[in-house]
């Protein structure tokens, strides 16, 4: 179990004995993001310090920190083999890292308002995001621009018009 809070620290949990497996720190302010890598060997986080962290749990170092997003850090999603990193921000955009040069590839102006939330596909090479602009974005990282899939209203149009939060897939 992964989390992270507003006193700017990661902990890791094991489930079975609800034990704390380790602290990581290295935010300075709300971490609003965590999550493990496809193979629990890295852990990604991401909040209102405006800067993503990489992770190595072996280690608990700190392998690479990212400082490209101008506002708060959303959310941060691994792709299905743990090469690419995806965050979203306040700031509008989503961010895509190679992890294997820890580099930023791509930079996508993805929607009108704040992107809540991001993931990836399961199985396909495509990144799907949310904003507070009611819009559910699909992409295929490092191929094309972001397009709309739905608006919010036509997913559930008697709730009218409302921010998406999260996505899960």
């Known amino acids: 179990l992964l989390t992270g ?22 935010h300075l ?18 909040g209102e310090d405006k800067s993503c962290i990489l992770w190595d749990t072996e280690t608990k170092n ?6 490209d997003h ?3 850090i959303n959310s941060c999603k691994f792709n299905s083999d743990g090469t690419c990193l995806a965050t979203c921000s306040n700031d509008r955009t989503i961010k895509l890292y190679d992890l294997r040069c820890k580099k930023l590839i791509q930079h996508y102006d993805a929607h009108g308002e704040p992107v809540t939330a991001i993931d990836f596909h399961p199985r396909e090479d495509k990144l799907l995001s949310t904003s507070l602009d009611g819009k559910l974005k699909y992409g295929i990282p490092k191929k094309h621009p972001f ?6 209203t036509t997913v559930a149009p008697q709730l ?9 897939l």
């Open 5 to 26: 809070s507003d006193d700017k620290t990661l902990h890791v949990y094991k489930v079975e004995n609800q034990k704390l497996l380790f602290e990581l720190t290295g």
């Open 29 to 46: 302010n709300w971490v609003k993001s965590a999550t493990f890598s496809p193979d629990n060997r890295l852990i990604a986080s991401g």
């Open 62 to 67: 700190i392998l690479a920190q990212f400082f």
């Open 70 to 72: 101008s506002g708060t």
């Open 147 to 152: 397009s709309t899939l739905c608006m919010a």
């Open 160 to 168: 009218g018009a409302f921010p998406l939060m999260a996505i899960t």
